[in-house]
């Protein structure tokens, strides 16, 4: 007991932060994950899965549940040994479908009559019924190339890679012989022929789902059944690297053919939606080819006449996700409004097949993110999370915007523990714009008391630092340890019109540093921010702006933690993979002579002559957005320069930390840095 309360006068951190009723990394993964969250077509019940982890066996299983859409108790659906995941309703809403190692099941709502659907011989990836209940399509992998074992089958251990193209590798794996490819299969009496599957893509070597995160959100299969539209990047080796070029395919299942619905539209087109009479498609829709973080304009094509129409056009945010009306008037969507996601209707005018402002209105309003959406009578079923709070699922009144929390997953913890209040602040930049900043504080704030404070930089780069919750980048975890966390908004970031998010592009070392530092700036004017005891943390391009802080900021920080950032942006050009992202937001590559500049200006490693606070970097072997050496270089520079820094290595994880122990020891080494620098 003496020397815990030696070190928590030496470290200067609020000795209620170590109490047991404040958030640990412990009780993060104690905390179920709800997924899901889908209404019943009779819009009376919801499906949804929870997800728990086993820090012991280092590995996590779902279960399935149902509960009224009017609010009552939950039922367990599903066995222990089950694990079920991409859990639907059957479009009649008489059985709930799911997957188990790979094989499609089906069984009541109420969890009987457990029935196995299919038996391929490879596993399905995702699957949709068609409405109609006469064949499923799904997704499996194809082999279309021969290894380097079959090239040399007389040098079976051989591990060479012969590679003549790009995109050999792809996030955290290396491209190999195999693809996604969407089939259909007839169904009788409750089992899948997949002896009669029928493969949409024969022979292409290309992807649906999208790899790497696409799911069943990149097809759709009309009410009739007699096509099924589909999102594909049909681009192969450099082109692909450098093109965000997806399009929607229409297969038709009467004769076999397929046609390019969105020719000549040369961004990402995704998420295709029949309407409910079948009469029109509705799909996201970006602009511009290499563009990642483009507006998502909502689209409509009209079948009879084959013609598209942009819907959201005078819509300033870009659309995360929708859905149509039951009554085909309309469609409901999520999108970002001021570092929060909320909950939209679109009702199509009578004037025009289109949307002015007028009739778009928001139906939720307050501190949260809204993640899902689907329809249930006069509400509206939807994920929702904050800061404070990981996903349940709520009910939304459509027409009064008020909502009644379903789920309670977990309020036993939450009922112990006392978490940080989150502030909204408005503070004046350098060029005299208002940019959002969160500020947590730790859950015993005393104003009276001076606190170490946390400057969080976003990664991204176009992401919102919303009312996010992370189970590793958790503010209401690092307000629990007795740090304050400053969390701007900083420019490039959604959810304040196209103009702020667009900002970032070729402008990374400049105006978004700037918003940085007037964050921290500011916040170090409160009696209660320590401005000797300063940090600045992130990951990804938060990462980046973590490396270009250490050159810049003018002794203003005493401690960097900077996780999979990318440090010398020459040599992170010649070995990231999608190259559309480093041409747009970079400019080009840097042999371009118009590009040196540009290279020199914005890369951290040109500023490393002026490094001279300690360092925490992270980093993932299996990250190839970032690769591992931006990490390696960055930290042999801090070595070399006598800094006091450390090297936490993850040999196995890629972007980001998912297995469950080496979560923990993030966490753990993460604190124990701050504890030691801070």
Known sequence: MIKKFILCILFLVPLGSFGQNTLTPELL??????????????????????????????TGSNQLYTIPADGGQPVLISSANHSPYEAHWRPDGLKVTFLQKGQLFEMNPDGSGLAQVSDTKKPILTYRYSPDLRFVAYAQSVKLKQTTQELYPAYGKAEALIIDDLMYRHWDHWNDTEYNHLMYAPLQNGRLLSQQAVDLMKGEKFDCPTVPFGGREDFTISRDGKQIVY????????????????????????????????????????????????????????????????????????????????????????????????????????????ATYQLFEAKFSKRKKTFDNENIRQITAGVHNYKSISQAGKKLIALKQSMSSANEIFSVNIKKGTEKQLTFVNKPIYDKLKMGKVEKR?????????????????????????????????????????????????????????????????????????????????????????????????????????????????????????????????????????????????????????????????????????????????????????????????????????????????????????????????????????????????????????????
């Not at 511009?288 to 819907?311: C, F, H, I, M, W």
């Not at 929708?322 to 309309?330: L, V």
């Open 426 to 678: 408005w503070i004046k930049t350098t060029d005299g714009k208002n940019m959002l900043t969160w500020v947590i504080y730790p859950p015993n704030f005393d104003p009276n008391k001076k606190y170490p404070t946390l400057l969080y930089c976003q990664g991204g780069p176009q992401s919102a630092v919303s009312q996010f919750f992370s189970f590793r980048w958790n503010f209401q975890l690092m307000a629990a340890k007795g740090y304050i966390v400053v969390a701007p908004n900083r420019r490039g970031l959604p959810s304040f019109g196209t103009q702020w998010n667009e900002a970032i592009s070729k402008d990374w070392g400049g105006q978004p540093m700037k918003d940085y530092l007037s964050a921290i700036d500011e916040m170090a004017k409160e009696p209660f921010v320590d401005e000797n005891r300063l940090g600045a943390i992130g990951a990804s391009y938060g990462g980046y702006s973590v490396y270009y802080l250490a050159g810049i900021h003018e002794n203003r920080f005493k401690t960097f933690v900077s996780h999979c950032g990318l440090f010398d942006l020459r040599s992170w050009y010649g070995t990231t993979e999608e190259l559309f992202f480093a041409n747009w937001d970079i400019g080009g590559p840097y042999w371009k002579k118009s590009m040196q500049e540009a290279y020199k200006k914005f890369s951290p490693s040109s500023l490393v002559a002026n490094w001279n606070t300690p360092m925490l970097v992270i980093h993932g072997g299996k990250d190839f957005r970032v690769p591992e050496t931006q990490g390696m270089q960055a930290f042999q520079a801090l070595q070399l320069k006598n800094i006091k820094s450390r090297f936490l290595y993850f040999p196995n994880e890629g972007h980001w930390v998912l297995k469950p122990q080496n979560g923990i020891i993030w966490h753990t080494e993460f604190f124990k840095w701050l504890k030691e620098t801070l």
């Open 231 to 338: 999102s594909c990047k049909k681009l192969e080796g450099k082109e692909y690297a450098v093109s965000t070029n997806t399009d929607l395919y229409a297969y038709s299942t009467a004769d076999n053919t397929t046609v390019n619905l969105t020719e000549g539209m040369m961004g990402y087109d995704s998420h295709p939606s029949f309407s409910p009479d079948g009469k029109h498609l509705a799909w996201l829709s970006m602009k511009r080819g290499g563009y990642e973080a483009d507006k998502y304009v909502l689209y409509s094509l009209e079948l009879s006449s084959n013609t598209k129409t942009p819907l959201t056009n005078d819509f300033d945010e870009t659309i995360s996700t929708f859905e149509w009306m039951k009554n085909g008037k309309g469609f409901y969507f999520l999108t970002g409004a001021e």
């Open 29 to 58: 993964w104690k905390l179920g994950r709800v997924g899901g969250g889908e209404a019943s077509p009779d819009g009376k019940s919801v499906l949804y899965t929870v997800r728990t982890y086993d820090l012991g066996q280092n």
